[in-house]
């Protein structure tokens, strides 16, 4: 059973940086692609951005030159989201999201995480 678990979020002022990590467990062989979505109150779940087994990286014109989605060199099922100059806008839930994931056993599929709260506030 592959499992994402997300951490890191909290409270933070305006122009603040919060690190969320990610960390898929179970019997991994391969991930294609992780990503990092967000959803606010009222608002349909939205890409923040992803990053391919190959390395290659998108992010959604709302944060690019601000965040930064990575994976953990030492850590390869731990995917990484390091957020700077923080907007009140940038308040939602984040949920990573793991596509295309192939397990030891044979098996593949979609799995998402549970969520980690991020609040943009003075």
């Known amino acids: 059973q592959v499992q994402l678990a997300e951490s890191g979020g909290g409270l933070v002022q305006p122009g603040g940086s919060l690190r969320l990590s990610c960390a898929a467990s179970g019997s991994i062989f391969s991930i294609d692609v992780m990503g990092w979505y ?3 109150p009222g608002k349909q779940r939205e890409l923040v951005a992803t990053i391919t087994r190959g390395g290659t990286t998108n992010y959604a014109d709302s944060v690019k030159g601000r965040f ?3 994976r953990d060199n030492a850590k390869n099922t731990v ?3 390091q957020m700077n ?3 009140p806008e940038d308040t939602a839930v984040y949920y990573c999201n793991a596509e ?5 056993t044979g098996r ?3 799995y998402w995480g549970q969520g980690t709260q ?3 506030s003075s």
């Open 118 to 120: 991020v609040t943009v």
């Open 100 to 104: 295309n994931v192939r397990t030891l």
């Open 79 to 81: 995917y990484l989201l």
């Open 85 to 87: 100059s923080l907007k």
């Open 68 to 70: 930064t989605i990575s």
């Open 108 to 110: 593949s599929g979609n």
């Open 38 to 40: 967000r959803q606010a």
